[in-house]
């Protein structure tokens, strides 16, 4: 049987689509009567009863017998990124034959961090690099040394 004109006054769920919810405590031949699905009697037949996760019954409880030992630290998970990061697509506007030194960097914006400490991490990219530049950075990539080098740029690793 298929409708012709579906319109909002004949939409209805198709049949057995929606389920009437049980009605608890109607009598004994429901199979819902007198405990209701409560079981007997006590704390958790009562309305609002029950006890929170995790409680024992005053026992001290599994969370609190068990020992605290250990720690782990969240930069081993994580990991942590000791360096300003820049790729060298960002270098292309520094004018030739210019040193690039975490103050330059600075000075260009690319320095998030404020901190002197946080060494700067050159990384290569796809984007055009043709610049002759000497660069003093903590750490490089070996792609964007090899495209510095061959721009006829140096690459000079500074500790830090």
């Known amino acids: 049987m298929a409708i012709k004109n579906i319109t909002l006054s004949n939409l209805k769920p198709n049949k057995g689509a929606r389920k009437a919810r049980t009605r608890v405590g109607r009598g004994e031949g429901s199979g819902h009567g007198k405990t209701s699905g409560k ?9 609002g009863g029950g006890v929170r996760a995790g409680f024992e ?17 969240r930069v081993g998970v994580r990991g942590e990124n000791k360096y300003n990061v820049i790729r060298l697509s960002a270098l292309q506007n520094v004018q030739s034959g210019a040193t690039v030194d975490i103050a330059a960097i600075q000075a ?14 050159v990384l290569s990219d796809n984007g055009e690099f043709n610049k002759k530049l000497h660069l003093k950075v903590n750490a490089i990539s070996a792609g964007a040394k090899a495209r510095v080098e061959a721009a006829g740029g140096t690459v000079e690793i500074i500790a830090g």
């Open 57 to 73: 019954g005053g026992q001290m409880p599994l969370y609190r017998r068990l020992p605290k030992v250990g720690f782990t630290s």
């Open 39 to 47: 079981g007997g009697k006590g704390q958790t037949a009562r309305s």
């Open 108 to 121: 260009l914006g690319y320095a998030k961090r404020s901190s002197l400490k946080a060494g700067v991490k």
